[in-house]
């Protein structure tokens, strides 16, 4: 596998925006029922090994698992504030949970959950995203998970590009490019109107 | 009509963000052809008066406006990075262009064009968005469109929010609402699990 020719573009981005810990923060539209857009806030959480693939953390009781397995195309829409350029990645969408599915990327789902920080970790014993609050506060307290195991609802999603629409909003007037992926898996690149 | 319950933490957060320019961004997702997601940055320019609606400006050339006119739901997803605290706004997208349709939206599309910057009212003169780029660079240098009077590709987007979910990744452990409107255009309110 090679490397896609907008990794440069990407890397770049990242290295030039690094001084903000939200430059990594990403924002994912999927498809909900009833034909409706869903769109929320995700971490980057850098590329699957020896591929071009987008990973991210998520509790698969969230309602956007339910969503992508029912329609498994999203698009991310990342800004990077420093130096004003804007990326759509439009791509299939994998969800890699605790169940059987999957077994070759469950090394990974596993080196991930191993990364992550104990607050992030904390977060997926927390009671039922979404569900009505209670009031206890201890079920925000539980025991901290087996930072080597992960919990049975944590997911590993990842984000198969196979366009992507990259905006520079600082060039002179303003440059636009959208890399496309053909059926050999490779890649063309067109220069297009801003 | 009454503000919406939503707008006052809005407000608030449009106000601890100020000093960052890029705060009044935010992604708005859409359903393009094939099922397939929509996502893309666009500047929140207001509220339209006596509404709870989100104002933005679009070139009526752009993909988005078929996409609006196949399916008109939106999701807004507005994150606040200095206060950490992330908006989902749901709702259906009205465009207002330069034909007679919505006359009585008529003014409110003037009085936006009269308040852009030079600079973003020649964006609207530029070549078409997303085809191929040609060499001239005086494509891009067009005579300045009349201040007073939008051109005919300028529209007004409107969102129209039906929910809202307001996600404080801040508290203790963290804050979320959820806010619904019902067939009496009233809004409900409801806790739930981060």
């Given at each position: 596998?090679?490397?896609?020719?907008?990794?440069?573009?990407?890397?770049?981005?990242?290295?030039?925006?690094?001084?903000?810990?939200?430059?990594?923060?990403?924002q994912?539209?999927?498809?909900?029922?009833?034909?409706?857009?869903?769109n929320r806030?995700?971490?980057?959480?850098?590329?699957?090994?020896?591929?071009?693939?987008?990973?991210?953390?998520?509790?698969?009781?969230?309602?956007?698992?339910?969503?992508?397995?029912?329609r498994?195309?999203?698009?991310?829409?990342?800004?990077?504030?420093?130096t004003?350029?804007?990326?759509?990645i439009?791509?299939?969408?994998?969800?890699?949970?605790?169940?059987?599915?999957?077994?070759?990327?469950?090394?990974?789902?596993?080196?991930?959950?191993?990364?992550?920080?104990?607050?992030?970790?904390?977060?997926?014993?927390?009671?039922?995203?979404?569900?009505?609050?209670?009031?206890?506060?201890?079920?925000?307290?539980?025991?901290?998970?087996?930072?080597n195991?992960?919990?049975?609802?944590?997911?590993?999603?990842?984000?198969?590009?196979?366009?992507?629409?990259?905006?520079?909003?600082?060039?002179?007037?303003?440059?636009?490019?959208?890399?496309?992926?053909?059926?050999?898996?490779?890649?063309?690149?067109?220069?297009?109107?801003?």
């Amino acid at each position: 596998m090679s490397f896609a020719p907008w990794r440069g573009a990407i890397a770049r981005a990242l290295h030039r925006n690094r001084s903000l810990v939200y430059a990594r923060y990403l924002q994912l539209a999927t498809i909900r029922a009833g034909d409706r857009p869903a769109n929320r806030t995700l971490v980057f959480r850098g590329f699957l090994e020896d591929t071009n693939q987008l990973k991210f953390v998520t509790d698969t009781r969230s309602a956007k698992v339910d969503q992508i397995q029912q329609r498994s195309w999203g698009e991310a829409c990342w800004y990077f504030p420093n130096t004003r350029e804007q990326f759509r990645i439009t791509g299939s969408l994998t969800l890699v949970g605790g169940d059987e599915c999957y077994a070759d990327l469950q090394s990974a789902r596993v080196a991930i959950w191993q990364e992550l920080s104990d607050a992030a970790r904390l977060q997926f014993a927390w009671p039922h995203p979404g569900k009505p609050r209670g009031q206890e506060q201890a079920a925000f307290e539980p025991p901290p998970p087996n930072p080597n195991q992960p919990v049975p609802n944590f997911g590993l999603l990842l984000l198969d590009p196979t366009q992507v629409d990259h905006l520079e909003l600082r060039g002179e007037p303003q440059n636009r490019r959208i890399y496309q992926r053909d059926e050999n898996q490779g890649w063309s690149c067109e220069e297009v109107n801003p």
